[in-house]
């Protein structure tokens, strides 16, 4: 999981370097996506050349480690090897998957995958047992029952609000198309609801929810979306829905409102981002001892994390380094609010005062976006501003 995550930073500079605009957009991305094509192909060819296909051998059982069979790229039987001292889970998922979680490594196997054993529980069993009859066996046996246990509670856990956000920011953007003409792009995301600075000060308040649908190009969605489903999934299934609802609300809204101090012309939901990946930070910290490995982030992965989106706005102009600080400092006092205590990733339903907050940030966002839809309808009735749009 934190080698994944950490490869976020890397897509969101390519977002806000490409700030692309529509017009662009079709002439450079076709040939791009075309060209990354082309170019996996032609590299999985020469490799598949290289090497030679073998069967995929079986998982083994040792003494003190299990050597699981996985699949490598283009297929390739590769091996895995895992101590048991490094072992954190095994969890059959309904007798056609098994998942071995190690500290440094995890394999999924598939039921095609292992020849050698009859069902997924009677392998998890092998190894469970295996695990017992080792040197420090009733120790990592126990560790192993309370990891599955709390990765299963985990995995049966939805995330309803991460994947509306995701499907909420795609229909803005496919209405921002609908309605966007080529040459006139960055007034179009003016008159949608894109934040500009001094904007609460000069009747646009609204703009402090509506920027954080709207996107710069497609890049920039992507880049969010991806991050959005990485860490919003992280906290709706430690924090739950009530939760991540309150967080997100508060941290688009503070993000928002710092960068109106600082940036011209600023949208995306990187403001909400952020104040997701401190709420997972803050949870990790004061709960880390009760996670399962499964849904950790390393200490490397979040060193590159922080160093990257650190340094970005010192190199790269158009970041709203505001924004995403003020969403990040949010995020992180939101989550210090509401997470601190030990049930709150229990799965355990929020109290009244939380489906307040909820609530009210619900109540916020949605009249946030009522008034800049009245106001896109009605043009005339615009509030008069002051600004000056990049080109």
Request: a positive charge; zero cysteines; glycine letters at 10%.
């Amino acid at each position: 999981m934190g080698g994944v995550l950490a490869t976020i930073p890397v897509i969101l500079l390519v977002s806000e370097v490409f700030t692309l605009t529509p017009s662009t957009e079709r002439l450079v991305l076709p040939p791009l996506l075309l060209s990354g094509v082309v170019g996996g192909i032609l590299a999985g060819v020469r490799i598949g050349r290289r090497a030679k296909r073998a069967d995929l051998p079986h998982l083994e059982v040792f003494d003190d480690r299990v050597v699981v069979p996985a699949r490598g790229p283009l297929g390739l039987a590769i091996r895995v090897v895992i101590p048991f001292s490094e072992l954190s889970s095994v969890s059959a998922v309904k007798n056609d998957a098994l998942i071995i979680t190690g500290r440094r490594s995890s394999v999924v196997l598939s039921w095609d995958d292992i020849a050698s054993v009859a069902s997924m529980p009677g392998i998890q069993a092998e190894i469970e047992a295996a695990v017992r009859e080792s040197g420090d066996g009733d120790a990592v046996a126990r560790r192993l029952a309370e990891e599955a246990a709390a990765t299963e509670g985990l995995a049966e856990r939805p995330i309803p609000v991460t994947n509306g956000l995701v499907l909420i920011l795609m229909a803005a953007y496919v209405l921002q198309w609908f309605v966007t003409s080529p040459t006139e792009w960055n007034e179009t995301l003016l008159r949608l609801g894109a934040n500009f600075r001094g904007s609460w000060n000069q009747g646009h308040a609204y703009r402090l929810v509506t920027a954080n649908y709207l996107h710069a190009n497609l890049i920039h969605l992507l880049s969010n979306i991806g991050a959005l489903a990485s860490f919003g999934l992280l906290v709706e299934k430690l924090l739950g829905p009530t939760r991540m609802i309150a967080i997100y609300g508060v941290s688009t809204l503070a993000g928002a409102f710092a960068s109106s101090f600082t940036d011209s012309l600023a949208v995306g939901a990187s403001t909400g981002v952020f104040g997701l990946m401190a709420a997972t930070l803050f949870v990790q910290t004061r709960h880390g001892n009760r996670l399962p490995n499964t849904v950790r982030i390393d200490r490397n992965s979040w060193i590159v994390l922080v160093a990257v989106n650190g340094a970005l706005p010192l190199v790269i102009p158009n970041i709203s380094w505001a924004g995403h600080a003020g969403g990040a400092l949010a995020g992180l006092l939101v989550s210090g609010l509401v997470a601190a205590a030990p049930t709150s990733i229990d799965g355990r339903p929020a109290g009244r005062g939380l489906h307040v907050v909820a609530a009210m940030a619900i109540a916020i966002h949605i009249v946030g976006v009522m008034v800049g839809a009245w106001y896109f309808l009605r043009p005339m009735n615009f509030p008069e501003i002051s600004i000056r749009i990049p080109r």
